[in-house]
């Protein structure tokens, strides 16, 4: 009797776990609005970015931690603030090994981070928790996330722009990563040169004088201009199984590719080796007719799925059997099937591609 009932209670527990997960989306949607309702705009995708193509940079916060006042984490920002003089200095280096385990535990702690179907408890990453390879400032502590912005860029700057029915090119094809191809095929999402390129939700804060600290976002809700049903704003992050908790580099361990940077932590952002972890990137670039990217799709199709590679060969998926929640505009979650083409995923992630479509 209980081998016949247990496959029962497995599905209604994963069940449960989803209810969870799409509640976690949608309190992260409430507080993108809430920020937008106080500030006058929508938070920063990262407070500074790369001047350049050799990303020159003194990272600083993510859009994760931006929120931290509005997803009921008061103590959290406070701290933050403190320890980073009002973000006059930076949050990479020797940031995060200066705290306290219990300051780290703090900000591993946040329930509305993780997806209950990936993960519970403590999620952090620093020397001691599955980061091999990593030294000085590239060093990608912090909190562990299971949502992530998409990105968006747009090839080229031909008038008009290729059609996506005909081409698939349309849309880069990496991650959030700009320097993983060369620079015309890549997001570049994080370059303050590239910004007038940028598709996706979210982009760069505008800072005064050069100043951090005087940051205010760029862009108001306005930017969405297909409107805000129409726009795809977070997503699950996909990670393979055998990936969790995994962030090496520089040759990795034994077992391991060279370069097996899946779960690493937001603690700060504005660099290459950081920002796939913060944001991924919806693509459509490809051969096939369904959207497919050299054999793989923009949303992973199974849990284990590029499982011996990088974060350039994934984006978007999760550990729900068959489908991944994106987050919209109007603050609403889909569940999105696995098998749904890259091309609608990207053009649900431009913020104005005209284009009349119906939600999967």
């Not at 309702?37 to 916060?61: F, K, Q, V, Y």
């Not at 968006?152 to 990563?177: C, F, I, K, L, Q």
């Not at 944001?279 to 670039?285: G, I, K």
């Amino acid at each position: 009797m209980i081998a016949l009932l247990l496959p029962a209670i497995q599905a209604a527990r994963e069940a449960a776990r989803q209810t969870q997960c799409s509640n976690h989306l949608k309190q992260i949607g409430l507080a993108v609005h809430n920020f937008h309702d106080i500030t006058g705009g929508l938070p920063p995708a990262i407070i500074t970015g790369a001047m350049d193509n050799n990303n020159s940079d003194e990272g600083r916060l993510s859009i994760h931690l931006l929120l931290l006042p509005y997803l009921e984490q008061p103590a959290l920002w406070e701290q933050l603030m403190f320890l980073t003089n009002n973000l006059v200095d930076k949050t990479q280096g020797d940031f995060w090994d200066g705290l306290s385990d219990d300051a780290k535990k703090g900000f591993g702690s946040i329930p509305l981070f993780k997806c209950p179907s990936r993960r519970s408890g403590y999620a952090y990453m620093d020397s001691t928790s599955g980061a091999t390879g990593w030294a000085g400032d590239n060093y990608p502590y912090g909190p562990r996330v299971d949502y992530v912005i998409p990105t968006s860029r747009r090839w080229g700057e031909s008038t008009p722009p290729p059609d996506p029915a005909v081409d698939m090119g349309v849309y880069n094809r990496s991650n959030a990563n700009p320097d993983v191809y060369d620079p015309d095929r890549t997001g570049e999402w994080h370059i303050l040169t590239q910004i007038q390129n940028q598709r996706g939700p979210f982009r760069l804060a505008l800072i005064e004088n050069n100043q951090p600290q005087n940051w205010k976002p760029r862009d108001a809700m306005s930017w969405w201009q297909d409107g805000t049903s129409n726009q795809f704003i977070f997503a699950e992050k996909h990670i393979p199984t055998n990936a969790l908790e995994k962030c090496l580099a520089g040759g990795g361990t034994t077992g391991y590719p060279s370069d097996f940077r899946w779960d690493c932590g937001i603690g700060f952002a504005g660099n290459a080796w950081r920002d796939s972890h913060i944001a991924r990137a919806a693509t459509s670039r490809a051969a096939g007719s369904d959207g497919d990217i050299g054999g793989r799709q923009v949303i992973a199709r199974l849990m284990s799925h590029a499982e011996n590679s990088n974060p350039n060969d994934g984006a978007f998926g999760s550990w729900h059997p068959g489908t991944c929640f994106f987050l919209v505009g109007d603050g609403s979650v889909r569940p999105v099937p696995v098998a749904t083409r890259s091309l609608l995923i990207a053009r649900l992630v431009d913020v104005a591609d005209g284009n009349p479509l119906e939600l999967p």
